[in-house]
């Protein structure tokens, strides 16, 4: 009975329709997915036209003044294939279509995000990994960079602690260099951003991580450039790896689509180590007395005894320490987004709070931010969009990683010591963790604000020129607040406050050549880019106060000064750049890209201003050739190869110059027999410049059976030349800065990388895999006449030695226990053994601290509104330099110990792990100083294989028109649930948060002393879509 | 390739072509950063009073207790027999007491680095002092004669902490240190230990030469002869050492000091030659060595007296009471420093009382002028409220000499270098009373731990030095 209506209905429609238009038609239609859910926002265009439009919520479309015909009618949608349908229109006619569309499992039809533009992924002939928004959602209140780890083929990710808002170490194919800083550069919607965590010095393990004030509920994107045919664009600051990421926008011809999401989680130590209680304690210290050729008890540790203490009134006395300054931690997470689009305005506005507590007592990382993206068009020529965000962060603190909290609970806080003494004060106040986090408070409270308008003009067609400003700002104050008690006078507070602008400025033009001939198409780009950043700040200090100074900002000046100080202008650097690509292509199979930026830099000497850096690719696309067009094994195949120079800018911007002093720049009481002084700290370096990258890349992108098989294979090689070393000077040349930047040193770094992607079932039970491994070879060129000791890893005696990859241990070799005596037996420089701990002539490389294989792999399976993924990181090879363990395993100190020491050498005969127990060094043939005792029985294999992440989620999608929430999810999930592996300490997990850059090269990974273990979570999440 | 070299060269060009208009339109280079209050070097030491700034500079070092007045002169005690081993709790301290420093020492690094801080400010002010505009001859040579006398005195206390003594070879071939007479980074070797004597020599002779006898508490000509003095003392050179020494004595002017007590304290002792200038608590150059030494409240010190020292001290009634007290729980605690009770004091680093030493114990060795000598040591035993010493038989002397020096020059930072230098005496058949197997604490004078590793950041910075050898080396004399 409906039929004839409908007929009838659309038989009028068409008289109408006829009446108005000349020879044009109408298409019109509806788009669904593959869940029969409509489509909001998908592009419909009549192929080889301009006519096209965009569905609507309704997931309906209607395109008018259609030139009758036949058309091929093509619908777009991000994650999902195109779909074609050819469509007849009559003149005045309507036609209607409807489409179904099938998620896009042809990844390579992806569009990712290059620097200054975008490419299809199938044109790419770089090296680039992407990373879309959902995989960066699993952490809670965490960093965007930690989620990384495991997912992009190449980049080694060491998250550093499980201290909240702890940042991880990047490393993109290796470290290739010394003494310049290692990392990536992270670029925001085309900025680069300031990400350094130590630009306001050390921390001692926990220093602000500026990554962590970018919400990753804002993030759309994130693309890894690892060659040089992608960076170069950047540089001479493209070799250590660019990651560029793109946060989300309105989508057009969306309606106000809003998303609700909460997580909370708990946190817990992902591993335990035990340590000896009273009891082992004193037996462990007895025995190592006795050994000694003491006798009687072995006195107390000296704190007790001058607290008056005896053996006696400590019985009963068994502090768990660890238990004092652990705890479950709680994690919450808010979000709330709002997205929409309209023919001229779109916007996306994202707010989120999160509040993260670690696992350490009162530590907890709380962040708030707000973002809103803008875009709107003027007209088809001229577009514009702001963007701008805010965040606020607030650290709280524990007492330095070792000196208090867990490093002071495993350590100098002894079970035998007391809480409180018995007169209700602290005991040990000092060396009391507890104390220490209760009567002192460490606060790091960060403003950041990343802004850019970007306009765009075409005032022809294929022709796009952009003009984009931006502003990048972070405030970051690191406050102290001790208490009387703790001070032993007034209450002290103080503020360390840094300021960090950062200016830029770029004008790129794109150009689509238009060639007679279709089979050739060219693009180009050129550009110019302007940036200037530094920082400045405050130092204050106040006592009698009665809190942090930012709580009473407007008070702080009425209490006693004890020091307020301005900084000028610290860190500054300018950058004047020009680039350009050139990309070419025919019959869209063989691809050409060339990349050329020149940098000038504040940053180089005088004599070395400017710096060019070229690079080209190739690539083939043989599935496009006949003899594979037919196959239906290999559906996608192209081959590629890239060669460029990039540079690493990333140098202190001050170490080109000398350091005079004078005048108001030398001290109040730096003066000698009442009269002033003057002195040069530093020498001038004028031939300072960035360090040269060259890499060659090649690889394979294969697609298998329709893309249920697709893999990445790549190969690379780099050599850094005119590689900057901190070179030492003999302390003898009498100059006080003995360290002397210069670029004498070269090496290589080389290795494969594979991305393997599997559908294994696509039915109604999906499973999916995805792999990814890479394998590194770091090999020391050159470093002029530098000694290993020049170019030294920080604590934990990791070395650079030519030959050799960067960051060996470089120990005395241990060999075994001497089963008669129980004595360490060494190894000297000839190989023989020796029970002389010789550290002027027997050091040697032990081992590398980098390993061999790193990876990830990802199981995902779908079933119904079901889905599990679980997420296993692997790192293959390395070792684990334990800097504590000659105290916490090795000589009987005033330190707990781990439990593992009563697996030592007791009487002739014994195979033990651990040498016979002493107080005293000199018994294991080195000095008196027991820091001093540094070998390789405390060097551990560093493989391990984790659970990264696992989790369970269920997804419903609301059909219901009157339903306000359209879809929604909720799931669980944990971290860091499991771990495989030999090393017997916290965490085969390690990176040691350190200021100077070289430190990080060279010794940043698999050396802990001390290091808080990674976390371990449980999160429940929910998210909501609604409109 | 042609064609993107063209496009490569281009876009160079063009690149450098616009930053060359903008740099050249902004007048300066607008790229360059450079950190606030950075000035060139024609700037930075284009005049006299520049001139003498720097020069200060160097002298400020010398003032911060790091070397010479401070850590060497600990570290010359702890490592020889004038210090209770079994209280020092600083493990540093320790390696230096066994004799087993080792090369990422603290306190090696410290005195090799602060030291030579010292002579590489006044190299520098030598190399520069062209600069300075205005600035006369005399002016000119007044300066450079400074620095060479901090130069030298430098020199001197490093190598005689990092090198073997004078006389533990012949002909003193053995590795000394690295001789800098110019402000440089380039990479030296070791020097012999007769070379660096040999330039210590030079430098305080054109010092000695050039400086003016009054120089406001800087270094005067006496400086550089007392200096010499001492120098030539250490090579066993008697007749040079006597010849130095008589000079100030004589000649100076400076008075030897009735009081005692005034040597280290803040009104200073008239019989300074040179000391390293307090002029308040927070410019005090005795601030290091009153640290170690110092008795707190409690009665607890950094630093205790041996016993050995004590029994040894024990023989007067004015200095020994004064300058020594065993605390409660029988440490011996020195008063030797601000004994005037100031919270600062100055810090002669040669006085008459040391030359008088040098010029009685010189004149004994060669026997020349007996009399004068027991002079000299009836002064300071005079003062130490012991009777006069009469036995004029030159070894009989020289034996109360040794005796003297040790008791009056306690904690200056004399003794390690005295027992090596009566060993080399010894050993090279150039002394009265010699003392064959010469022990310190048990070991030999001479083994390998008696000198101090170098540190790492002197080895870091050259791949070709040699390091000394380690305590236990069997190829030296290890230290057991």
Known sequence: MKLPVQQLIWCLLSIMLCLQAFAQGTVKGKVIDQDNFEVIGGTVLIEGTERGAATDMNGEFTILNVPAGTHTVVVSYIGYEDARKQVTVGEGGTATIDFKLGENTELLNEVVVVGYGTQRKRDVVGSISKVESKELLDVVGGSFENVLQGKVAGAQITQSSGIAGAGSMVRLRGVSTISSGGEPLYVVDGIPITQDNFLTGSSNGQNNNPLSSLNPNDIESVEVLKDASAAAIYGSRGANGVILITTKRGQSGAKPTFNFSTRWGLSQPANRVEFLDSEEWLQIRQEAWENDGNVGRAPLPGVLADNGYTYESIEGINTDWIDEVIQTGFKQEYNLSMNQGGKKLSSYIGGSYSDAQSYLVGNSYKRASLRGNIDYRFSEKFTSSISTSITRGLNNRIPQAWAGGLGTAQTSALPIYPIMDTDSTYFNLYGNPVAQRELTSNKTREWRSINNVSLTYSPIKRLALNVTGSYDYMNIGDYFFEDAVWTDNQNIAKGFTSKVHNWSTYGTATYDVKMPNPDHTFKAMIGTEYQRSFQNGTNEEYQGLTDHLFRNPEQQMTYDTLRYETYGIVNSSRFFSLFGRLNYSYKDKFLAQAVYRSDASSKFGPKRRVGGFPSVGLGYILSEEPFLKESNTINFLKIKASWGKTGNADIPSNEQYHDRLYGDRIGPNDYYNNEPIRFERKLENPYLQWEVVTTYDGGIEIGLFEDRITAAFSYYYKKTTEAVIQNRLQASTGIEDLFFWENVASLENKGFEIELTTRNLVKKFKWKTDLNLARNTNKILSVASATPDALAGGFGDTRVVVGEPIGVNYLIPFSHIDAETGAPVYLDQDGNETFIYDVVNNRRTTGDIFPKVTGGITNTFNYKNVDLSFLWTFSIGGTIYDDAAKRSLGVVTDWNMQKGVFDRWREPGDDATYPKLTMDMTNWGGNSNFWQNNHSLWLYDATYARLKNITIGYTKKIKAENSPIKSYRIFVNSTNLWTITKYPGWDPEISRDRDNAQERNVGGVGVTYLTPPQERTFNLGVNFTFQ | ?480
């Not at chain 2, 590489?120 to 002092?129: E, K, P, S, Y």
Request: hydrophobic content about 40%.
């Open chain 2, 1 to 480: 390739m042609n064609y993107i070299n063209q496009i490569k060269n281009s876009f160079h060009l063009l690149g450098i072509s616009i930053i060359l208009l903008i740099s050249n339109g902004c007048g300066e280079d607008f790229l360059a950063s450079p950190p606030d209050g950075q000035i060139t070097i024609e700037e930075f030491m284009g005049t006299p009073a520049a001139a003498q700034e720097a020069l200060n500079g160097a002298y400020r070092v010398l003032g911060d207790g790091s070397s010479i007045g401070g850590l060497s002169w600990l570290l010359a005690e702890v490592m020889a027999d004038n210090i209770d081993g079994t209280r020092i709790t600083n493990g540093d301290w320790l390696s230096h007491y066994n004799w087993n420093t080792d090369i990422f020492l603290g306190t090696t690094r410290t005195l090799m680095e602060k030291g030579a801080l010292v002579y590489g400010r006044a190299n520098f002010v030598i190399d520069h002092l062209d600069l300075a505009v205005g600035l006369t001859a005399a002016e000119r040579e007044r300066i450079t004669a400074e620095c060479k006398f901090l130069r030298a005195i430098i020199h001197f206390e490093l190598v005689r902490m990092f090198a073997q003594p004078y006389g533990f070879t012949a002909d003193n071939s053995h590795p000394g240190i690295a001789i800098r007479t110019s402000y440089s980074k380039e990479k030296a070797p070791r020097a012999t230990v007769g070379e660096v004597f040999a330039q210590v020599i030079t430098d305080l002779e054109e010092a000695m030469n050039v400086l003016p006898a009054n120089n406001n508490r800087y270094a005067t000509s006496w400086a550089a002869k007392g200096y010499l003095a001492k120098v030539y003392f250490q090579m066993n050179d008697y007749q040079q050492a006597f010849a130095m020494a008589n000079d100030v004595i004589e000649n100076s002017g400076l008075q030897f000091d009735p009081n005692i007590f005034a040597r280290f304290s803040e009104m200073g002792t008239s019989e300074s030659v040179f000391d390293i200038v307090s002029t308040g608590q927070n410019n005090n150059s005795g601030g290091a060595l009153s640290g170690y030494f110092r008795v707190g409240g409690d009665g607890t010190a950094q630093t205790y007296i041996s016993e050995n020292m004590y029994n040894n001290a024990a023989v007067d009634t004015t200095r020994f009471k004064i300058w020594y007290a065993p605390n409660s729980s029988g440490a011996i605690t020195l008063n030797k420093f601000v004994s005037d009770n100031s919270s600062w004091m100055q810090v002669p680093i040669i006085h008459i009382t040391e030359l008088k030493l040098i010029r009685g114990e010189s004149a004994a060795e060669i026997n020349n002028n007996i009399p004068l000598a027991l002079e000299d040591l009836n002064d300071i035993r005079g003062r130490a409220g012991m009777p006069n010493f009469a036995n004029s038989d030159p070894i009989q002397v020289v034996n109360s000499f040794r005796l003297e020096r040790r008791r009056e020059l306690v904690a200056e930072g004399n003794r390690l270098h005295e027992l090596k230098r009566i060993g080399a005496a010894t050993e090279r058949g150039l002394t009265v009373l010699p003392v064959t197997n010469l022990e310190i604490r048990g070991v030999p004078w001479n083994c390998n731990g008696m000198i101090c590793q170098f540190p790492d950041s002197e080895l870091s910075g050259n791949l070709d030095l040699e390091a000394n050898p380690t305590n236990s080396d069997p190829n030296g004399i290890p230290c057991q």
